[in-house]
Nanobody, 126 residues
Framework: QVRLVESGGGLVQAGDSLRLSCTAS????????MGWFRQAPGKERELVAA???????YYADSVKGRLTISRDNAKNTVTLQINNLKPEDSATYYC????????????????????WGQGTQVTVSS
């Protein structure tokens, strides 16, 4: 079982930036594709960014241009940089991991992910 621990959330103002981090408890971190999802109250969980084993990335259209996902395999960490935060970015952000067969795969379906963190809360005030 892979344990994922998110950090970096908090209360910020609109226009601020935030960096979320997720650390995985596995020595085989580079075998995993990683995703960042978010869920706001009353809404479904949605994928905002994902990164493949070899560094390919995916961004949801709603956040494209403001988010950057990256990974550091030496530190077993994936980070999500969010710039120009908006009140609608307020949500619980979850890190997730999956071992796809293809190293270039970037799963976008949340059901594809096998391991999930507990989430970190981001609240953006206007």
């Amino acid at each position: 079982q892979v344990r994922l621990v998110e950090s970096g959330g908090g209360l910020v103002q609109a226009g601020d930036s935030l960096r979320l981090s997720c650390t995985a408890s596995t020595p085989f971190f580079d075998n995993y594709a990683m995703g960042w999802f978010r869920q706001a109250p009353g809404k479904e969980r949605e994928l905002v960014a994902a990164i493949s084993q070899i560094g390919g990335t995916y961004y949801a259209d709603s956040v494209k241009g403001r988010l950057t996902i990256s990974r550091d395999n030496a530190k077993n960490t994936v980070t999500l940089q969010i710039n120009n935060l908006k009140p609608e970015d307020s949500a619980t952000y979850y890190c997730a991991a999956v071992q796809p067969i293809k190293r270039s795969a970037i799963p976008q379906d949340q059901d594809a992910y096998d391991h999930w963190g507990q989430g970190t809360q981001v609240t953006v005030s206007s």
